[in-house]
């Protein structure tokens, strides 16, 4: 009954204002209509290569690196980057920095004239309202020479056109050093294409169990009730926190029966990793979990050292 309440209390806000958030507000996301505009093709002036830069964020950002924006406490901005509670993203391919030369001049236009040098191109999997499927998209990102603050400033969509989005903050969190030493890039294909077979859209339902549902897989479980547990959350539709999880869950299964990690069980790798279900999981409450686990989180770049 709590959970169909506070659904309809979700519906009745965003029926009372809209699904798309005003331009120019605090809580506008990624993949709501308003605050974007569209360009031509990205590909008919923007090329892609390896260009030497102060800012190591390829030294940084690896797949399976999560992405996180913190959030407001706006209601309207639930299931969107920026919006209520928070959101997350999975980074599913190394990143790659923008040439700069005199057609990609072209791409600080259409950016709304953020100073968006140097810019860099990575793949992310998400999970956002008003979208059906999971979401997948080349965002844009800015490594501020200065500070080293990360921001997203714009996307290439699924028809190669170059989207203009506010800026936010980005923190990168990274797995633990054991982890991510062991990474195998053809296992993590192979998990989100299965996925992607199966993918579905982002509900207020999950949402609302979220608010509501404790997310935590005890130490007390089982190895059977763990793996049991966890594909079962794996079949709810999701929400931003679920793309995550389920991705890293399903990995560490795959991997445990290819006897990866000293021969540790998929249990075992998940509740030392990532503890927590993926159809109740807030943004916050995953953080907090990864924090536990000794995930690292990265609120800017740090600079390359400079050759002598």
Same mark, same amino acid.
């Given at each position: 009954?709590?959970l169909?309440s506070?659904?309809?209390?979700?519906?009745r806000?965003?029926?009372?204002r809209?699904?798309?958030?005003?331009?120019?507000?605090?809580?506008?996301?990624?993949?709501?209509?308003?605050?974007?505009?569209?360009?031509?093709?990205?590909?008919?002036?923007?090329?892609?290569g390896k260009v030497?830069?102060r800012?190591?964020l390829?030294?940084?950002m690896?797949?399976?690196?999560?992405?996180?924006v913190r959030?407001?406490?706006?209601?309207?901005?639930?299931?969107?980057v920026g919006?209520?509670?928070?959101?997350?993203?999975?980074?599913?391919s190394?990143?790659?920095?923008?040439?700069?030369?005199?057609?990609?001049?072209?791409?600080?236009k259409?950016?709304?004239?953020?100073n968006?040098?140097?810019?860099?191109?990575v793949?992310? !999997?998400e999970?956002?309202?008003?979208?059906?499927?999971?979401?997948? $998209? =080349?965002l844009? %990102?800015? +490594?501020? /020479?200065?500070t #080293?603050?990360?921001?997203?400033?714009?996307?290439?969509?699924?028809?190669?056109?170059l989207v203009?989005?506010?800026?936010q903050?980005?923190e990168v969190?990274?797995?633990?050093?054991?982890?991510?030493?062991?990474v195998?890039?053809?296992?993590?294909r192979?998990?989100?294409?299965d !996925?992607k077979a199966?993918?579905a859209s982002?509900s207020f339902?999950? $949402? =609302?169990?979220? %608010?509501? +549902?404790p /997310?935590?897989? #005890?130490?007390h479980?089982d190895?059977?009730?763990?793996?049991?547990?966890?594909?079962?959350?794996?079949k709810?539709?999701?929400?931003c926190t679920?793309?995550?999880?389920?991705?890293?869950?399903r990995?560490?299964c795959?991997?445990?029966?290819?006897?990866a990690?000293?021969g540790?069980?998929?249990?075992d790798?998940?509740?030392?990793w990532?503890?927590?279900?993926a159809d109740?999981?807030?943004p916050?409450?995953?953080?907090t979990s990864?924090?536990?686990?000794?995930?690292?989180?990265?609120?800017r770049v740090?600079?390359?050292?400079s050759r002598?």
């Amino acid at each position: 009954k709590a959970l169909g309440s506070a659904r309809a209390l979700a519906a009745r806000a965003l029926r009372s204002r809209g699904s798309c958030l005003p331009l120019g507000g605090g809580c506008t996301g990624f993949h709501a209509l308003a605050g974007r505009r569209r360009s031509r093709s990205w590909d008919s002036f923007c090329d892609v290569g390896k260009v030497a830069s102060r800012m190591g964020l390829e030294r940084v950002m690896a797949p399976g690196d999560i992405l996180c924006v913190r959030g407001g406490n706006d209601l309207m901005g639930v299931g969107a980057v920026g919006g209520f509670l928070g959101h997350v993203m999975l980074v599913v391919s190394p990143p790659k920095m923008i040439k700069q030369d005199s057609r990609s001049r072209e791409i600080a236009k259409a950016l709304q004239g953020h100073n968006v040098w140097p810019l860099w191109k990575v793949q992310t !999997m998400e999970s956002t309202r008003g979208t059906e499927g999971l979401h997948s $998209a =080349a965002l844009l %990102l800015h +490594a501020d /020479s200065a500070t #080293g603050e990360l921001t997203a400033v714009g996307e290439v969509n699924s028809r190669g056109e170059l989207v203009s989005l506010d800026c936010q903050t980005i923190e990168v969190w990274q797995p633990p050093e054991q982890l991510r030493a062991h990474v195998n890039p053809d296992l993590m294909r192979e998990v989100i294409g299965d !996925m992607k077979a199966r993918e579905a859209s982002w509900s207020f339902a999950t $949402a =609302a169990r979220a %608010l509501l +549902a404790p /997310s935590w897989m #005890g130490q007390h479980y089982d190895a059977s009730l763990v793996l049991q547990e966890a594909r079962r959350c794996w079949k709810a539709k999701p929400i931003c926190t679920s793309v995550v999880i389920s991705f890293w869950q399903r990995y560490f299964c795959r991997a445990a029966q290819m006897g990866a990690f000293c021969g540790s069980g998929s249990a075992d790798l998940i509740l030392r990793w990532m503890p927590v279900k993926a159809d109740r999981t807030l943004p916050g409450e995953l953080l907090t979990s990864l924090l536990r686990c000794g995930w690292k989180m990265l609120p800017r770049v740090p600079r390359s050292r400079s050759r002598s």
